[in-house]
């Protein structure tokens, strides 16, 4: 197919954004190389959170027209391709006209196509090119630390690879007891002192401004309330700002402990309805996990989540996964993949998110028999702790 204009054919927003918007931002698309059929996307740019997506359609040759988007404060709005990975990241303003032309290359390198955005250009958006220059900078820094010993540990990472390919955990325990590993796990140890000060100094930078939350949660892995001190730090405006407010509900969050835990409805693998309730469960305990198939850090806790079910599962431990995916065959794939033994389902309207009050993802609760939350935000060895202390006083 020849390259063509893309054209809005109709745009599904948030109920609750078009009727509460008094501004908006204005965005025309002139993107070449894509196909009649395409829908090119228009997400909230949030990291590890669920979120409502926009989205443009695209479809056959007719005039430009401008996407308006309810628009009160400056946002991230990330631009993609329906049923490709990749997306290209724009900061939008109130009363902005922004227009982006350039080329798109889709790819289909791997299980799922890719889409780039090599060369785009962006007018009339004020903080596309510091929200830019903030993360080209952190990532160079970044890069900079890991190259730096990749080169000089590459037999070590080679062997580590190796090791975790045949699943062979003592080999690289004993590695690690070498001089050489020792150095290895040193330098790792020091390049993450490093980064974290210069995460810090990032954050400060822009502390006069949204940047600074936002950057918050673009870069940390780990954000909670061992960063209030850096939010404390951060000008009124900053705090203020809907990336202000987001950082805020993490690091002094709202609890719901002591709570019992909600009833609510979601989805099966069959697509029916079924509701969770969870006081006078027969379990003695359960852990719900709220998660995504697009969320790292909640994929990297499916091993710990699987060690604990396996020692304690027979001593009266469950767990049910509660996945926020919008797409459900994206659901079931990485389902497919990670082989978890528990019940899983989907909040595809997502009243669960709100009755539990989950910002981000993931987010997990210990509730007991009597369907009271005794626990909650907790991930790896806190999380461990917290069970194995459970048992060992039963």
């Known amino acids: 197919m ?4 893309p054209i809005v054919l109709g745009v599904i927003l948030l109920a609750a954004n078009s009727a509460m918007a008094q501004k908006e931002a204005r965005i025309t698309l002139d993107l070449k190389g894509l196909q009649t059929g395409d829908s090119i996307t228009l997400s909230w740019g949030t990291f590890n959170k669920p979120t409502s997506p926009l989205i443009l359609q695209v479809a056959g ?14 946002r991230l709005i990330i631009i993609g391709l329906k049923g490709y990975a990749g997306g290209y990241e724009l900061m939008a ?28 250009s962006v007018t009339g958006a004020a903080w596309q090119v510091p ?12 890069d900079s630390l890991t190259s730096g010993i990749g080169n000089d540990f590459h037999d070590v990472q080679k062997f ?28 790792i140890t020091g390049n993450y002192v490093e980064l974290h000060e210069y995460y810090k100094t990032m954050i400060l930078k822009h502390r006069q401004n949204f940047l600074a939350p936002l950057l918050m949660i673009r870069f940390s892995k780990n954000l909670d309330k061992n960063q209030r001190a850096l939010y404390d730090a951060m000008s009124d405006e900053a705090k203020q700002s809907y990336y202000g407010r987001e950082v805020k509900d993490v690091v002094y969050p709202p609890t719901m402990l002591g709570n019992i ?55 009266g431990l469950d767990i049910i996964g509660l996945s926020v995916d919008r ?32 910002k981000y993802i993931p987010s997990i609760f210990i509730i007991d028999a009597n369907g009271k939350i005794i626990a909650e935000k907790l991930r790896g060895k806190d999380l461990s702790d917290f069970i194995d202390k459970l048992f060992e006083e039963q």
Not at 94 to 118: A, L, M, Q, Y
């Open 160 to 187: 580590i690879k190796r090791a975790k390919e045949e699943k062979n955990e003592q080999a690289i325990a004993d590695m690690y007891q070498t001089m050489v590993g020792k150095e290895y796990i040193g330098r």
């Open 93 to 120: 303003s109130p009363d902005e006209d922004i227009r982006i032309s350039g080329r798109v290359h889709k790819s289909k390198n791997g299980h799922r196509p890719t889409v780039e955005f090599p060369k785009i």
């Open 61 to 74: 040759k007719q005039e430009e027209q401008a996407l308006r988007i309810p628009l009160n404060e400056s």
């Open 2 to 5: 020849k390259n063509i204009i």
């Open 131 to 142: 929200y830019q220059n903030a993360i080209t900078e952190y990532l160079l820094h970044l």
């Open 327 to 358: 797409n459900f065959e994206d659901w079931e794939e990485t389902l497919k993949e990670m082989e978890e033994p528990w019940c899983n389902y989907i909040d595809i309207d997502k009243q669960a998110i709100m009755e539990y009050q989950v």
């Open 261 to 315: 835990a909600p009833t609510v409805a979601v989805m099966t693998h069959e697509k029916g309805e079924k509701l969770l309730s969870f006081t006078h469960q027969s379990n003695r305990y359960l852990l719900l996990d709220f998660w995504a198939s697009w969320c790292e850090p909640c994929l990297n806790e499916v091993p710990n989540l699987k060690r604990l079910y396996e020692k304690y599962h027979a001593k």
